[in-house]
Antibody, heavy 125, light 107 residues
Framework: EVQLVESGGGLVQPGGSLRLSCAASGFSVSSYWTSWVRQAPGMGLEWVAS????????IYVDSVKGRFTIFRDNAKNSLYLQMNSLTAADTAVYYCARVRTYYDSGNSQYFFDSWGQGTLVTVSS | SYVLTQPPSVSVAPGQTARITCGGNNIGSKSVHWYQQRPGQAPVLVVH???DRPSGIPERFSGSNSGNTATLGISRVEAGDEADYYC??????????FGGGTKVTVL
């Protein structure tokens, strides 16, 4: 059974840093794209960052580029999100998710097939 | 970036069919995926690749995609279907994007 368990959320002051962790089981993070998706209070889902299963390709939403870093530790089978220079706009529940990929219509296609329960990050003074 | 537009809310009586739309420019040329998020819970994939259901998702959930609109259908609606529903697209030519979400209320 695929499981994703996030940790590391909490209250942080504006300008501060936080590192989120996501422990995976039932699959290997080195074999799948994995991602972080966030949800601000009362708002919809927003994709944040993804890391490819092979190599080091990473992609980020524009609003976090240069501030957030997604990385993984294959030995610990875990995904991480290092968040720096946090602002109130980063306040959200952060979910890690496994990504399924397939090929269709001449393109690679991707969707999030398993999600963790989320960890709350609150940026406030 | 690509924009997905969903109605904020849909109301449906128990036993009826709910239809949730997801609009996008020529979305019919893309693969659309749908997620259910019950209050206080994490999202759950209910339809992928326009119309395929993951294991464990009831046949009451269906999807279609053509032109500028993708649609998630929920037949024989039950109280437990009350949730927020999100559409999503992501291919090798663009970054992931979610629709704004639709709150389904069972009357």
């Amino acid at each position: 059974e695929v499981q994703l368990v996030e940790s590391g959320g909490g209250l942080v002051q504006p300008g501060g840093s936080l590192r989120l962790s996501c422990a995976a089981s039932g699959f290997s993070v080195s074999s799948y794209w994995t991602s972080w998706v966030r949800q601000a209070p009362g708002m919809g889902l927003e994709w944040v960052a993804s890391i490819k299963q092979h190599g080091s390709e990473r992609i980020y939403v524009d609003s976090v580029k240069g501030r957030f870093t997604i990385f993984r530790d294959n030995a610990k089978n875990s995904l991480y999100l290092q968040m720096n220079s946090l602002t109130a706009a980063d306040t959200a529940v952060y979910y890690c998710a496994r990504v399924r990929t397939y090929y269709d219509s001449g393109n690679s296609q991707y969707f999030f097939d398993s999600w963790g329960q989320g960890t709350l990050v609150t940026v406030s003074s | 970036s690509y924009v997905l537009t969903q109605p904020p809310s849909v109301s449906v009586a128990p036993g009826q069919t709910a239809r949730i739309t997801c609009g996008g420019n020529n979305i019919g040329s893309k693969s659309v995926h749908w997620y259910q998020q019950r209050p206080g819970q994490a999202p759950v994939l209910v339809v992928h690749d326009n119309s395929d259901r993951p294991s464990g998702i009831p046949e009451r959930f269906s999807g279609s995609n053509s032109g500028n609109t993708a649609t998630l259908g929920i037949s024989r609606v039950e109280a437990g279907d009350e949730a927020d529903y999100y559409c999503q697209v992501w291919d090798s030519s663009s970054d992931p994007v979610f629709g704004g979400g639709t709150k389904v209320t069972v009357l």
